[in-house]
């Protein structure tokens, strides 16, 4: 997939077999409402990075970091899912190309996917949340927690909606921010 011009153009090139989950085809396009102003990712960097990212937790099978090259891996998934219309030749030379690295892909995105679904959040940023998560709830990172972790207010308190992964914020770069609102929290 190439490099989108726009926010728009990027989500309308996300094909049919992509929509893994029920929710992701409607969050896709309201990402695309929501963020028409931003053909860049919020934290830098190009929605393309940051949507195949956040696809995997942006983490290896082995739970390390993604290396830049998983964007290659990402591109043969894309091209292997894509060929079964294919016309014979097409799908031969496309899995000599492409098998090996869309399998190492595959495999980190099975174990990313169950019980998880697409989301965004207001100031720009993508992931995959607890599919029980809903409109509403937010995006945290607290202290001593090794992954930013939805909480649903309840009043003056917060009840645990689960882990997430959040492209841009997963590995301290939240920190970084010089207006980021620290305060303390209750949850029940």
């Not at 899912?81 to 030749?89: V, W």
């Not at 097409?90 to 019980?115: C, K, N, Q, W």
Request: aromatic residues 10%; charged residues 20%; negative net charge.
């Amino acid at each position: 997939m190439g490099t989108a011009q726009t926010l728009e153009e990027f989500i309308s090139a996300i094909p049919d077999w992509l929509t893994f989950g029920e929710h992701l085809h409607a969050e896709a396009e309201a990402l695309a409402q929501q963020q028409s102003t931003y053909p860049r990712y919020v934290t830098g960097g190009s929605m393309d990075d940051a949507f195949w990212r956040s696809l995997i937790c942006d983490t290896t099978a082995l739970g390390e970091r993604v290396p830049d090259s998983y964007k290659n891996n990402y591109s043969s998934w894309r091209a292997v899912s894509g060929m079964l219309s294919q016309p014979e030749d097409h799908f031969l030379s496309t899995m000599a190309d492409h098998y090996t690295p869309a399998r190492v892909y595959d495999e980190i995105f099975g174990l990313a996917m169950p019980g998880r679904r697409f989301f965004t959040t207001r100031e720009g940023y993508i992931g995959l949340a607890p599919s029980r998560t809903t409109a509403g709830d937010l995006v945290c990172v607290i202290k001593g927690a090794n992954v930013p972790l939805f909480l649903r207010p309840t009043g003056e308190n917060y009840v645990l909606v689960g882990e997430c992964s959040c492209h841009g914020i997963m590995h301290g770069e939240v920190m970084l921010r010089k207006d980021l609102e620290i305060r303390e929290i209750s949850l029940v």
